[in-house]
């Protein structure tokens, strides 16, 4: 193991290769959750008063996203498949 230098391997490989190969990098859910401003009370339940994204209007909020979605996807259903070589296709990108 010395004599190929694999003594000396980043702490974070297994991180590194899951992302390099599509997957998700798992990150520490205490860390993600200090980052996006959620805290955790006595109940187990999220507060999230304090995060960035909060909205005033959830509904008005929620129709303009799929307003949005809409105007995208021209209201039919989007499938995601995968090509021959296993790649994904996704919707309007060739």
């Known amino acids: 193991l010395q004599s190929v230098d694999a003594l000396n391997v980043d702490d974070n490989i297994r991180a590194i290769l899951a992302a390099e190969n599509g997957g998700r990098a798992q990150k520490d859910a205490?860390?993600?959750n200090q980052l996006i401003f959620w805290r955790?009370?006595?109940n187990g339940e999220i507060d999230d008063s304090d995060a960035p994204l909060?909205?005033?209007d959830?509904?008005?909020w929620k129709s303009?996203?799929?307003e949005s979605i809409e105007s995208i996807t021209g209201g039919?259903?989007?499938s995601i498949s995968?090509?021959?070589k296993g790649v994904l296709k996704l919707p309007?990108?060739?």
């Open 92 to 94: 309007g990108v060739q």
């Open 64 to 66: 303009e996203r799929l």
């Open 82 to 84: 995968r090509d021959e």
């Open 54 to 56: 909060r909205v005033d």
């Open 58 to 60: 959830p509904e008005a």
């Open 76 to 78: 039919t259903p989007v």
């Open 30 to 32: 205490s860390l993600a």
């Open 40 to 42: 955790v009370n006595d």
